[in-house]
């Protein structure tokens, strides 16, 4: 059921919205609805692993690549030495104004950092440590974003992590043409 803003400019308390309070009350002034939702049939989209960016081994020293048939693999004892802190990087995906679930399928031993960002990486949307991939990752888009980043950053703690796929859940999509601010 669906909370459908109506074109009213101010209301007075009637038997229809007397229980209306903050959100909802502003949302029946702003016309928005609060209950859109457009993922009932699924993702918005799966990436596989092999689509993101990762690490590379370097002959000379050693290291054995991140990327390991569709999915990046890290272990500190086989890794430790790839330079740089960051497993993995991408997808670069255009996304609109909205609320958005992450889920990744795989494994993590220990801890790993997460970035969500856009603008070339420079604005962060999103940090987060995790120690498994059991529940999403909320990320709340304010505006259109064309190159959407998520990042994975290797921690001291982190001692191996496998990850196969993200799916990108939409749980709100923001009408057309609006932002949220």
């Not at 919205?17 to 609060?34: C, F, K, Q, S, Y």
């Not at 802190?85 to 255009?94: D, I, K, N, T």
């Not at 604005?123 to 987060?128: D, E, F, G, S, V």
Request: aromatic letters at 4%; charged letters at 30%.
């Amino acid at each position: 059921m669906s909370v459908l803003a109506r074109d009213v400019q101010e209301e007075a308390p009637t038997e229809t919205n007397i229980g209306l309070v903050g959100e909802e009350r502003m949302a029946r002034r702003r016309n928005i609805d609060l209950t859109r939702r457009a993922d009932e049939l699924g993702p918005l989209m799966t990436i596989d692993a092999s689509v993101l960016t990762c690490q590379v081994a370097m002959p000379d020293d050693g290291t054995v690549a991140l990327l390991r048939g569709p999915a990046i693999e890290y272990s500190a004892q086989l890794h430790d030495r790839i330079p740089g802190s960051r497993l993995f990087w991408g997808p670069y995906v255009s996304l609109r104004a909205g609320v958005y679930l992450f889920e990744f399928t795989g494994q993590i031993e220990g801890e790993l950092r997460l970035e969500v960002a856009h603008r070339r990486g420079n604005i962060l949307l999103k940090t987060a440590k995790l120690n498994d991939f059991d529940r999403p990752l909320c990320v709340v888009v304010l505006q259109h974003v064309r190159d959407l980043e998520v990042r994975g950053i290797k921690t001291e703690a982190l001692r191996a992590l496998r990850l196969e796929s993200l799916a990108i859940h939409q749980a709100y999509r923001a009408p057309e043409g609006d932002a949220l601010e």
